[in-house]
């Protein structure tokens, strides 16, 4: 076990190390110069900016730049904001918790939903039930979170006052945001949920527990899900880059001061430092997860091999 | 392990409520004791350091936090604030101050001569790194203290503006002993000598001021003394316009600035808000027109653009009556603004067809596009994301589509902008509202001098127009011979059509009808927080 | 879902041709033939706005400003008084044609990685599925972003980030069917008689890994639709004043309180041609194997 668990570590440190070459790469190969663009708003003079690029390490050979930049993330040094000349990592940090009580929001919205309506639709396989529910799960996957973002502000803030249309603090602020977040997970969850419940139900020893007269109850609660959980467990684990990637919508949408949020601001004002450090984070934190899942797996599913 | 994994799905929607009740928990909205208010505006950009910053919120929030040696009353006259009294040669070149004696800096700091010859060697040595408070500064030649109280400054050449620069927000006076002990830290650790103090700021977030209970030294333009009404002002920042409206009418925040046009007519139907309306004076909204970059470079295409464009209806549209249609490079509610520039160039797409095919532009092949010798008749526009430039823009494309005139926007961060201006490379060029009179609203964007490095991006070289700008400044005594200078100036500008007005600044501020006692000093960015307080319905 | 698909390789790699099986199956689908209606129609509008629009979507007469929807506007008009109708008409144009560039980029370069990685193994196997691993570290739109911030806003530059972060679910997709294709009999045959490696990638492996790609294809173009319009929505996709859906959505934020209409409608439009291309994706993959279900 902890060997298998040492192994899947080893095997994230070369996708890390890419995710940093990749930042490095967005940054000094870009077609403008970094130390004019910092300047540029300030009518700097040549001697400035040929001053600026000194001090940014700029004229140094490039493999030089690279293994100093490496160094230099590896410790937390993400650089200053262009912009607000802020250290990039306390901004980012500042974010994060924002943008992880909407992501954790709208997971828990959508497991016990999703695993609800997709066993619901399996169990009454081909009925009108089903039908509903696979209609409703192909929406949520289809329907742009942008504009379904608009129309529940449009009609629970704009139309009905109800619930507050940005920002963040509190309950009330986090309700539409996670849901509209949620919805496209709901949709995976219960396409998966439904599947791997179809296929449990199917197996021999389903079909014997009830043949056995065990109450429905107990053969669907002890028998199918305790082995349709695997697959479940899996597609959440890739719901959260999901809805790491789908929060960046969201909280341009309503204004919400998270991660995704800095980095469209960054984006658009071509603030680079802040948009490496922002993908790094968020890439970081996603490959974390994804070891997180895996580590889990072997928890829940006998069969994965430590090997 | 594997015994009881049924127990999840149970367990799943207890977690959700879990959830629930700790978000509950958690992030209440602030609690409103009676005696704090909310506001809402932009997020600034770089730090928000009065010396540093160029953007509003300085003008906006830092000016309860700072004062200045002089104030603007409502006539827009200079009147005493740090300074209590002042005088100055009859050369215009040596500036005497008497400062305010028992004022000191939130942090205990004294404030005196050498506070002042700090603050002003501090902006000097930032250098560009100074987006706004080193261009207000003259060409200062020395500064003498000559005693706690008494400081002389004295220039190289004589400037008829800087009595006014000392009043902008922008030249506050800020605690030595914090600059010196924070450094590049010192916008989180605030000093100044104003009525409120500096309490937090999370960068792109909040900013929050505390009442200053030593505060006894109002300037007189204010109806009381001693410390502000109001305990507590909380400040959010929300950059997204379209947010600020609903914020206001939930209940979130007591006043939003900046409200988009459509929002703010939505607002006043609401009985328990109003909209003030700032009319801001200085620089309005308007294109650039390249005078070096063909096909701008000739006077007839930069006309029939002028007469092609209807602004008049545009800004009705977009900006909802609120703002006044602009007419030149001065806001008209600017003193010296040149009434007769309007009517100048009246919507006429004839005229405006007629210029062009006088200058060779004719639609031989008939797409809609005119062209001369193969060339299609194609301007060069770049749209920044503030100012509504975008609905102006698209407007616009329209109105030239149909005078024969391709227009090819693209879509630039002001940085880039900057950079497209100064080196020409863009026929039209969006500017506004960062300049408050008509000294640093003009000679910056205008003059020869400024076109390299500078704001000038029309390009236009006239020792003419420079002549105007550069005598209008050293005229300190003689305000009538100042107006007509800037008139002058004013109407080479719009003859040589090197801009396209647009619209006039107009600050709408949606405030709860709770709130009382807000006003907008003379320049219209600065508020009088330091008179507002609460009624309790 | 790409572990679904992959897992189907060896009934694609059986030598007879399902193709006509696999299309009566899908004709006999209703939804799948609603779908194919739906799209068409929108195609057809998308080809026909010029005749079909009452408007010039780009003609703005400001006197007629934020008019709610009437007979003379069916969709009312939007800030500067331009025709809703006609903008989501000629809007269909960018917005599909984005979609359909960038998942061929990703098609495109995805497969040549997959047939290239899974064909010769070892040192290139594993050069290219790091860089693959590497694209799957970015989740989602963040990938498109970053690339984004690297070349700037614009249409050309949202297919190329859009169309780059579609290539991993291809690389491997088809670099799993070539690693099992390549054990079959005739591959061998093809090899022994001397033929060069890349006629063997074309002629032998690449239509037999073929048809699970088209699944991804039409499985993936919706979300390569959202994403291209989620970036015009954030204000970095369609230049100015190009007519796009997603740019449409982005204005109609401001003017949501008093004119619901800017938004309502271009949103409606996506969801018709996302829901359509997923809903087809879905029966196109049980047409081709039902098993997969």
Redesign the interface.
């Known amino acids: 076990m902890a060997r298998y668990i040492v192994k899947r570590l080893l095997t994230a440190v070369p996708v890390v190390f890419g995710v940093i070459s990749v930042a490095f790469v967005l940054l000094y190969l870009l077609p403008g110069d970094p130390a004019?663009?910092m300047?540029?708003?300030?009518?700097?003079?040549a001697q400035?900016i040929a001053q600026l690029r000194t001090e940014l390490g700029l004229d140094d050979p490039l493999y030089e730049q690279f293994a100093s930049y490496v160094v230099r993330t590896v410790q937390g040094d993400f650089g200053r904001s262009m912009?607000?000349?802020?250290p990039v990592l306390e901004?980012l940090m500042?974010r994060l918790p924002t943008t992880l009580?909407l992501v954790?929001?709208a997971l828990?919205?959508a497991?016990?939903i999703g695993?609800l309506l997709g066993m619901t639709a399996a169990i009454h396989q081909n009925s009108w039930i089903d039908r509903l529910v696979v209609a409703f799960a192909s929406l949520g996957v289809s329907i742009p979170s942008f504009w379904l973002g608009l129309m529940l502000?449009l009609f629970f803030?704009?139309a009905l006052?109800w619930l507050?249309?940005?920002?963040?603090?509190?309950?009330r602020?986090?309700i539409l945001p996670a849901a509209v977040l949620a919805f496209g997970a709901v949709g995976t969850i219960t396409r998966t949920a439904r599947t791997s419940m179809v296929d449990v139900l199917k197996q021999d020893y389903i079909v014997m527990a009830r043949s056995k007269g065990l109450a429905e109850h107990t053969t669907l609660?002890?028998h199918a899900?305790?082995n349709a959980?695997v697959p479940i467990v899996t597609v959440i684990g890739l719901q959260f880059g999901w809805l790491l990637s789908g929060s960046i919508i969201v909280e341009?949408v309503f204004?919400r001061?998270g991660l995704g949020l800095?980095l469209i601001?960054s984006v658009?004002?071509?603030d680079l430092p802040v948009v490496q450090g922002a993908v790094l984070l968020s890439s970081i934190l996603y490959i974390f997860l994804n070891l997180v899942v895996d580590i889990a797996y072997v928890?829940?599913d006998?069969k994965v091999r430590y090997g | 392990?594997?015994k009881k994994?049924?127990l999840?799905?149970p367990l799943?929607?207890y977690?959700?409520v879990c959830?629930?009740l700790a978000?509950?928990g958690?992030?209440?909205?602030p609690v409103d004791d009676g005696n704090s208010i909310i506001l809402s505006s932009n997020k600034?950009?770089?730090?928000l350091d009065p010396h540093l910053d160029v953007k509003w919120e300085v003008l906006y929030i830092l000016s309860t936090v700072y004062e200045t040696l002089v104030y603007q009353d409502s006539d827009g006259d200079i009147v005493p604030g740090l300074a209590s009294e002042w005088s100055v040669s009859d050369d215009g070149k040596s500036y005497a101050f008497t400062l305010r004696e028992q004022v000191r800096f939130h942090d205990g700091t004294p404030f005196n001569a050498e506070a002042v010859k700090f603050n002003i060697e501090r902006i000097l040595s930032l250098?560009?790194?100074?987006?706004k408070a080193r261009s207000l500064l003259p060409d200062i030649k020395s500064i003498e203290i000559l005693d706690e109280y008494n400081i002389g400054i004295d220039l190289n050449e004589p400037n008829g503006f800087f009595l006014f620069g000392l009043s902008l927000p922008y030249l506050s006076m800020v605690s030595p002993t914090a600059v010196q002990t924070w450094g590049?830290e010192y916008h989180q650790h605030q000093s100044g000598t104003g009525p409120f103090m500096f309490e937090e700021y999370?960068?792109?977030?909040r900013y929050t001021l505390v009442r200053n209970p030593n505060y006894d030294w109002a300037p007189e333009i204010y109806n009381h003394d001693g410390p502000a009404h109001l305990e507590k002002i909380t400040w959010?920042f929300?950059?997204?316009?379209?947010?600020r409206?609903?914020?206001l009418l939930?209940g979130?925040v007591d006043i939003a600035l900046d409200l988009?046009p459509?929002?703010a007519?939505?607002v006043m139907d609401s009985p328990e808000h109003t909209v003030s309306i700032a009319n801001l004076t200085g620089q309005p909204a308007f294109w650039y027109l390249n005078t070096q970059l063909p096909p701008t470079d000739d006077i007839r295409v930069r006309r029939a653009i002028l007469h092609g464009a209807?602004m008049q209806?545009?800004v009705?549209?977009?900006k909802r009556g609120f703002n006044r249609v602009s007419h030149g490079p001065l806001a008209s509610v600017t003193p010296e603004y040149a009434s007769q520039l309007e009517g100048m160039y009246p919507h006429d797409p004839e005229l405006a067809i007629s210029l062009l095919e006088q200058a060779g532009w004719l639609d031989a092949d008939g797409d809609g596009i005119r062209e001369k010798d193969g060339m299609p008749l194609v301007v060069l526009m770049s749209?920044v994301?503030w100012g509504q430039s975008?609905?102006f823009?698209?407007?616009l494309?329209?109105?030239l589509?149909a005078i024969g005139i391709e227009l090819r926007?693209?879509?630039m961060?002001?940085?880039?902008q900057?950079?497209a201006g100064q080196r020409g490379r863009k026929n039209m060029l969006f500017m506004g509202g960062s300049g408050h009179s008509a000294f640093d609203a003009l000679k910056p964007f205008f003059h020869s001098e400024n076109t390299e490095?500078?704001f000038a991006w029309a390009k236009y070289q006239d020792p003419e127009l420079d002549r105007l700008l550069d005598e209008a400044v050293l005229l300190t005594g003689d305000v009538g011979k100042r107006t007509e200078l800037y008139e002058r100036a004013q109407t080479l500008i719009m003859e040589q059509a090197l801009i396209l007005p647009i619209y006039d600044y107009a600050l709408l501020i949606g405030v709860s009808e709770k709130v009382k006692g807000l006003e907008w000093r003379s320049v219209g960015l600065v508020p009088t927080f330091y008179e507002m307080y609460l009624e309790t319905p | 879902m790409d572990q679904t698909i992959a897992g189907s390789n060896e009934t694609i790699a059986k030598p007879q041709s399902p193709t006509r099986i696999a299309l009566n199956r899908l004709l006999e689908d209703k939804i799948a033939i609603s779908c194919i209606g739906m799209l068409v129609l929108f195609f057809l509008l998308a080809a026909g706005a010029a005749y079909l629009a009452p408007y010039d979507p780009?003609?703005?007469s400001?006197?007629e400003?934020?008019l709610p929807p009437s007979w003379s506007h069916l969709m009312g008009t939007d800030?500067?008084?331009?025709d809703v109708f006609s903008r989501v008409l000629f809007g269909a144009r960018i917005s599909m044609s984005i979609g359909f560039i960038s998942v061929g980029i990703s098609a495109t370069i995805g497969v040549t990685l997959g047939l290239i990685a899974g064909y010769y193994g070892r040192f290139v196997d594993t050069i290219i599925m790091r860089f693959i691993d590497t694209l799957m570290a970015f989740p989602g739109i963040l990938l498109a972003l970053t690339i984004i911030a690297l070349l700037g806003?614009g249409v050309l530059n949202v297919m190329i980030a859009v169309g780059i972060g579609g290539i991993p679910s291809y690389a491997r997709l088809v670099r799993g069917s070539t690693l099992s294709i390549k054990e079959e009999v005739y591959v061998d045959a093809a090899r022994s008689v001397g033929a060069r490696d890349w006629r063997i990638m074309r002629d032998h492996i690449l239509p037999n890994a073929f048809p699970p790609v088209l699944v991804l294809i039409s499985m993936s173009y919706g979300w390569a639709f959202l994403s291209a319009a989620g970036l015009s929505f954030l204000?970095l996709g369609a230049?100015?004043?190009a007519v796009e859906w997603g740019a449409m959505l982005n204005?109609s934020?401001?003017?949501?309180?008093?004119?619901p209409w800017t938004a309502i409608f271009p949103g409606i439009a996506i969801m018709c041609v996302v829901l359509s291309t997923n809903l087809l994706g879905d029966s196109l993959r049980d047409a081709i194997d039902p098993r997969l279900r």
């Not at chain 1, 507050?164 to 309950?171: A, D, E, H, R």
């Not at chain 2, 600034?44 to 730090?47: L, M």
């Open positions: 004019s663009t300047l540029a708003r300030s009518g700097a003079s400035d912009v607000s000349q802020e901004l500042a009580e954790m929001a828990l919205m497991i016990p695993t502000i803030s704009v006052g507050p249309s940005f920002g963040q603090g509190g309950f602020h986090l609660v002890r899900l305790r959980l341009a204004s001061q800095i601001d658009l004002e071509q928890f829940v006998p | 392990m594997l994994p049924g999840a799905v799943l929607p977690l959700a959830a629930i978000a509950c958690t992030g209440q909205n600034p950009g770089v730090r250098g560009p790194r100074s987006l590049d999370l960068v792109g977030d959010h929300l950059a997204e316009p379209s947010t409206a609903p914020a939930a979130d988009l459509t929002d007519q939505y209807d209806v545009a009705k549209a977009i749209m994301n975008r609905e823009s698209e407007l494309y329209s109105q589509k926007i693209e879509m961060d002001y940085g880039v900057v950079e490095r500078g | 780009y003609h703005a400001p006197e400003s934020l800030l500067i008084g331009r806003p204000g230049e100015s004043p204005d934020r401001a003017l949501l309180w008093v004119a």
